[in-house]
């Protein structure tokens, strides 16, 4: 009621919109693709869109979120151009991952230039997650003995070698000195995944991100070693940054929607003006805060261009890593 009450503001906008002549367009059927199994940050994301348009009044149909995994959002990538360019009631999440796989060509024949993106309505940021029975008690505790046996410690994430999840952990090996070539690592089909494998023992480390960590804490089960941040994140200030550990290492994951390349210009107008009023609300402030997100706020043109400007860094850094860009 709180979120109907303060966003009644945006109904009177879109009256106002209408008399002028500006064409607005609902969406009957809204869906939010997660380009990944349940339960990891692609599904956080949507689910995140789900309450906030659907308690801010902004939907008279309920959104549906739908599972589209594999290639860590490539099938889901290029599902939407090839096959559903123009439905207007879809959009998709993305996150930094979905920039660093363009930028190696990890979604074949497409680039950062073949959809609409839409909106960035939160940022989160990487980890550095054992067990909370784990020997390792920090995050030079992990690295000595990465250092001293690479093949003896075990790294799972979402996504295979060049994804983003290996970059977090390649990188902080490589700030310490050891060959990030050497590491053990192993790749899962999303975070969930990589979560319940670090949880029943079948990997040591998970390189993943502060919002999983957050959601797991709370259970006694998982010790965050490192936060991948220039400053500690509220709900995790117990743990130190990897750069107050020594390592200097910052990831920061943005995450938000797109949608086809054809969806009609009133349509994606109605996104557009939709998310910025349902960005500047404070009851968004709540329910980003309650998925472990952190505010960032882009939409339209300014996201675009942030899009680029992180695929092209991107591409940069996946050359020093010696990764294939397409």
Not at 159 to 181: I, T
Not at 220 to 235: C, Q, S
Not at 286 to 292: I, S, T, V
Request: hydrophobic share 45%.
């Amino acid at each position: 009621m709180m979120l109907k009450k303060t966003l009644l503001a945006a109904t009177t906008a879109v009256l106002a919109s209408l008399a002028a002549g500006v064409v607005h367009a609902e969406p009957a059927k809204p869906e939010c693709i997660a380009p990944a199994k349940p339960g990891g940050g692609f599904d956080l994301t949507c689910k995140l869109a789900q309450s906030g348009l659907q308690e801010g009044g902004f939907l008279k149909a309920p959104m549906r979120v739908t599972y589209m995994p594999g290639g860590i959002g490539a099938v889901a990538y290029n599902t939407v151009i090839a096959n559903r360019p123009a439905e207007v009631g879809t959009i998709v999440a993305f996150s930094g991952g979905s920039f660093l796989n363009l930028a190696i060509g990890k979604f074949g024949k497409y680039d950062e230039n073949d959809v609409k993106w839409l909106a960035a309505v939160g940022a989160d940021y990487g980890a550095i997650i054992v067990r909370a029975d784990s020997p390792f008690q920090s995050l030079k505790d992990l690295i000595d003995a990465t250092k001293a046996d690479p093949g003896k410690v075990v790294y799972g994430a979402g996504g295979s070698v060049g994804s983003q999840d290996w970059m977090k952990s390649a990188l902080v090996a490589r700030e310490a000195g050891v060959n990030y070539r050497n590491m053990r690592y192993v790749a899962f089909e999303g975070s969930g995944e990589a979560m319940t494998a670090l949880l029943g023992g079948h990997v040591q480390a998970y390189s993943g991100d502060a919002s999983d960590a957050a959601a797991h804490i709370g259970g006694g089960r998982i010790r965050v070693l490192a936060v991948l941040a220039r400053e500690r994140v509220p709900g995790l200030e117990n743990v130190p940054t990897a750069i107050e550990q020594g390592y200097n290492v910052d990831w920061t994951i943005a995450r938000g929607y797109y949608v086809g390349p054809k969806v009609a210009d009133a349509d994606y107008q109605w996104w557009l003006k939709t998310f910025d009023t349902l960005l500047a609300s404070p009851e968004f402030d709540k329910l980003r805060a309650e998925r472990g997100l952190f505010p960032f706020n882009l939409t339209g043109d300014a996201l675009t261009a942030y899009v680029q400007k992180e695929v092209t860094r991107y591409r940069e850094l996946a050359a020093e890593f010696g990764l294939t860009a397409k």
